[in-house]
Nanobody
Framework: QVHLVESGGGLVQAGGSLRLSCATS????????MGWYRQAPGKQRELVATITRDSITNYADSVKGRFTISRDNAKDTVYLQMNSLKPEDTAVYYC???????????????WGQGTQVTVSS
């Protein structure tokens, strides 16, 4: 079973930057696409950005041009560089990975526990 652990959240003023990291542990046949999602109070969880093993990226319109997702395949770690942060970016940010399990090779979604990002105005 693969476990994900996020870090890097915190409190920042509007216009500031934060960098989130998500490290994996456990055994898998492969870690496929990885991504970041967020959930603000009273709202549904929404996609922020995803990245494939070949570094093909996808972003929510609300973060395009401000956030950058990247990954280190050797470490199975994914990052989210967040610049020009806005109060509406305040949410709990969750890391996600599409995993092919070992030895079953069954695919499943792994989730981290979340890290709080708060942007003050």
């Amino acid at each position: 079973q693969v476990h994900l652990v996020e870090s890097g959240g915190g409190l920042v003023q509007a216009g500031g930057s934060l960098r989130l990291s998500c490290a994996t542990s456990g055994i898998a046949f492969s870690i496929n696409a990885m991504g970041w999602y967020r959930q603000a109070p009273g709202k549904q969880r929404e996609l922020v950005a995803t990245i494939t093993r070949d570094s093909i990226t996808n972003y929510a319109d609300s973060v395009k041009g401000r956030f950058t997702i990247s990954r280190d395949n050797a470490k199975d770690t994914v990052y989210l560089q967040m610049n020009s942060l806005k109060p509406e970016d305040t949410a709990v940010y969750y890391c996600n990975a599409d995993v092919t399990g070992w030895p079953t090779r069954r695919q499943y979604d792994a989730w981290g526990q979340g890290t709080q990002v708060t942007v003050s105005s």
